[in-house]
């Protein structure tokens, strides 16, 4: 297949050269804002226009997708992608981790790659079916690399998606515990170039850019890299991210830094993977349930009421005014509004009191590194309770922090076993019933997790068909 395309070949490294060499070095460079945080020079709208001109002169009826002029062209027919500076702002800061990258489609399909790195003088191109090169070399991966010793590079963060930036942020907090070394060169073309080489055992370049993606792309497949996505599937052109691995093993460990899910077994041994982990608070974060009960038995002494414990288990988390008229009408007499409004008063006012001291031995066993843990590979977490004070307490005793989402009774809704709440709080983690398990004590919120169609894991003991797993605290679960 070479021979097709060695004509093509010969040319645009001939021409990349004579490019470089014409622009690079004529004298003071002007920089221009492109964007809020991206930089345009004329060396790149110079180096640019002179490919063009010469592959539509060379190439009759060939087209250009450019960085800078053409960035919109679709790939019909035989389309050029130019980069002509690979990593703008660290030559505008006089930084050599810079380069030229040029790849040709052929009816859509990426048949020709190369970089050009001048500082370094290193050629690098590919040929589909052919093998990737260096300065006429044979280049290949690194692919007997064991994780300990892998060197891995990430490309930027993104300015203009959040949810992809936090992914790659947590991803390198997942990788650097388990691989040798993380790199940030700046620059596809050495992002790419170098796990070609063998320099690098892994790179992980977040855009849809053709021109950052595609010469790399194809140089590394031809030197026997794994080309992936984020989530681990073969590579396809339009995907948030490319993801090219020396082997195997390699290629596994950066899917799962990127999965950005938790793994839960059910009782039968199945694994399900969960985006979003909601939690009841009271008796799932902090051990504060029984102080509920001491505060409704408080209130409803008066009317000669007294709650019992497993009287109390089907009442947890169904909300202020139930607990309330469930007292007055316990209490055998006809309560007035004002009354059963002193019943709530007073619960909370003796509640407030008997949580004031609350420190860090009332967080039940295992949570706090539970959730460090779910904040360490990017799961969303929330709080959903029926609790007024749910968002108070969790902020005196510094969880808030943990959490994107707190939703608890100040927030006017149905409770608890209505699935309202639960819904909500998925919907504000960008999250679907699917994707979320709901941790909870309470026969109500089990009820309203699965009402709301999600997965439930118990806490605290309490056995119910409707949870996939029960467990006494959060020790019990797997951390990997």
């Known amino acids: 297949m070479i021979n097709n395309y060695l004509h093509e070949l010969e040319f645009i490294t001939e021409k990349i050269k004579q490019a470089y060499k014409e622009f690079a070095f004529s004298g003071k460079r002007d920089v221009f804002q492109k964007s809020h945080f991206d930089l345009v020079t004329d060396l790149d709208m110079n180096i640019e226009k002179y490919l063009s001109d010469a592959i539509v002169k060379e190439f009759d009826g060939d087209l250009i997708h450019g960085e800078e002029t053409a960035p919109r062209q679709a790939l019909n027919g035989r389309t050029w992608i130019i980069d002509p500076i690979d990593g703008t702002c660290n030559m505008a800061r006089d930084i050599p981790l810079h380069g030229v990258q040029c790849a040709l489609f052929d009816k859509g399909d990426d048949v020709l790659g190369v970089i050009y790195l001048p500082y370094m003088d290193q050629m690098m191109y590919a040929v589909k079916g052919c093998g990737a090169y260096l300065n006429g070399k044979r280049i290949t991966v690194n692919s007997t690399v064991t994780l300990n010793n892998v060197i891995a590079s990430i490309g930027d963060y993104s300015h203009n998606d959040g949810d992809i930036a936090a992914r790659q942020h947590s991803s390198m907090g997942y990788l650097y515990p388990r691989i040798a070394k993380i790199r940030m060169f700046g620059a596809a073309c050495f992002d790419f170039g170098y796990v070609a080489q063998g320099k690098t055992d892994a790179t992980v370049v977040i855009t849809k850019n053709l021109w950052d993606i595609a010469p790399g792309v194809i140089i590394c497949k031809e030197a026997g890299a794994i080309v992936t996505n984020l989530e681990g599937e073969t590579y396809s052109y339009g995907d948030d991210g490319a993801v090219a691995c020396a082997n195997e093993e390699i290629s596994r460990l950066i899917k799962t830094s990127f999965d950005n ?66 007292i007055a009408s316990k209490s055998g007499k006809c309560l007035t509004d004002e009354e059963k409004k002193c019943i709530g008063d007073t619960k909370d006012r003796v509640y407030t009191e008997i949580t004031a001291d609350l420190s860090d031995k009332d967080k039940i066993s295992g949570v706090e590194d539970y959730l460090t843990y779910l904040n360490g590979i990017n799961v969303k977490c929330a709080i959903a309770s029926s609790s007024l004070f749910a968002g108070k307490i969790s902020k005196e005793l510094s969880l808030d922090g943990y959490f994107d989402v707190i939703c608890d009774a100040n927030i006017p809704m149905p409770r608890k ?64």
């Open 261 to 326: 899910r938790v793994t839960l077994k059910d009782k039968d041994g199945n694994e399900h993977k969960f985006k979003c982990c909601i939690f009841d608070f009271d008796g799932v974060v902090v051990d504060t349930e029984k102080y509920h009960l001491i505060a409704w038995n408080e209130s409803g002494r008066p009317h000669g009421v007294v709650i019992g414990d497993e009287e109390y288990l089907p009442l947890k988390s169904t909300g202020r005014e139930y607990i309330v008229n469930y």
């Open 417 to 480: 076993p209505a699935p309202d709440m639960f819904l909500l709080t998925a919907k504000l983690c960008k999250c679907t019933p699917d994707e979320t398990v709901v941790f909870e004590d309470s026969i109500a919120g089990i009820n309203a997790a699965v009402n709301a169609g999600m997965k439930v894991v118990a806490i605290g003991g309490i056995k119910h068909d409707g949870a996939m797993l029960c467990v006494k605290d959060f020790t019990e679960l797997s951390f990997e």
